[in-house]
């Protein structure tokens, strides 16, 4: 809980700049959200590398692997703005994602020695823990970014060298205090059959998948949760700039954005235990569509534009707590890390397609269409939650 604190500071102090540092290294609006792709695909690419390394030496080696490679890119995106490089800027940002994969793959960490009937609240306890430094992350964007002021480093970038200091405490944090190992407790704990490496392997983890209905629906639910959210987010800020929105405005509205992701998971986690996983997944697909059209038809209302990006964090949110929790439910443990990776994957690919579409849907068709998109993206979600509540009735 004290690494998200720390570490959840870390990436909002620079998203809410990302797309403005991209347009201004590349000289154009269409391809200003490459930069929050980029690190969306780095999240995605890195998952499965850093859930093996998990399954080998525990949650503590690659959570502390995954905050200095994110430290690294950070670096990099600063030396992108100094020497105008997009390519060099992509490749930090890619690099930049690993924090926001530590800051994903912690959850399940507190899901490794969870009763079942508990697993959700720990889930979301962890979830809730980034809720400080998230909230406070954007809102250091304007400070950060004058800071540096008279230096070579434009203020644009100035965030980013930030955030690599913000992950090199958080890596200090995670290798320090995350004792015992979590996961690898777990494995002294179970039977036989969870220290076999087959059993433990990817091909395991995608067989599990495909022998349980509710596995994939897990997937499906975090994937297009991920997707919606974040094609929507990234583009907010250049729609609150193109109506005369500060820099300190849009960082509030990204705070806010924030607290609904993180600051009411424990909410989400206490009906995820209490009336089960399948009801609060088909609250989250009502939240983010009833987000998309307070966002979408915002226009010059900042008001609503606020409010639209609140109840996407919510429904962010919800769909992660129920969806994380019900995957780990649908899978025997021994495959459990594995198929955690491969969420985490599935999740991030989705929205760095969806993140890297959004500047040109903006581009071409405008901020609206690109909520229209993003809520259309819910109805097979919420197909295949009727079908699996129809299948088999639910307890839990």
Known sequence: MTSQIIGGLGVPISIALA??????????????GLASSASVAGTALLSLPLAALMTRRGRRAGLV??????????????????TSSFALLLLGMAAFGAASSANL????????????????????????????????????????????????IPGTAGPFLWAAGIFLVTAAVVAVLLRPDPLLTARALA??????????????GVAAVKASPRARLALLTVAVCHTVMVSIMVMTPLDLGHHGASLDLIGLVISGHI?????????????????????????????LSLAALLAGTAGDSHTRSAAGLFLLGLGWSAGLVAGSALLTDSVPQPARAAVQGLSDLTMNTSAGLGGAAAGLVVAQAGYGWLNVIGASLLVPLAGLLLFTVRRRPVTG
């Open 19 to 32: 797309p403005v540092l991209a347009t201004e290294v590349s000289g154009t609006e269409a391809l200003s």
């Open 105 to 152: 793959q912690a959850r399940f960490a507190a899901a490794d020695l969870a009763a079942p009937d508990h697993r959700a609240r720990a889930i979301s306890t962890v979830v809730w823990s980034t809720t400080l430094g998230a909230v406070l992350g954007p809102n250091l964007s304007a400070p950060a970014s004058r800071s540096f002021e008279g230096t070579s």
């Open 191 to 204: 039977g036989p059959a969870e220290q076999s490496a087959e059993a433990r392997s990817l091909r395991a």
């Open 259 to 287: 607290a609904g992701m993180f600051a009411f998971s424990p909410v989400w986690g206490w009906l995820a235990d209490r009336i089960g996983r399948l009801s609060v997944i088909g609250l989250a697909a009502g939240l």
């Open 65 to 82: 692997l995954a905050y200095l490679i994110g430290a690294t890119g950070a670096l990099v995106v600063v030396l992108s703005a100094v």
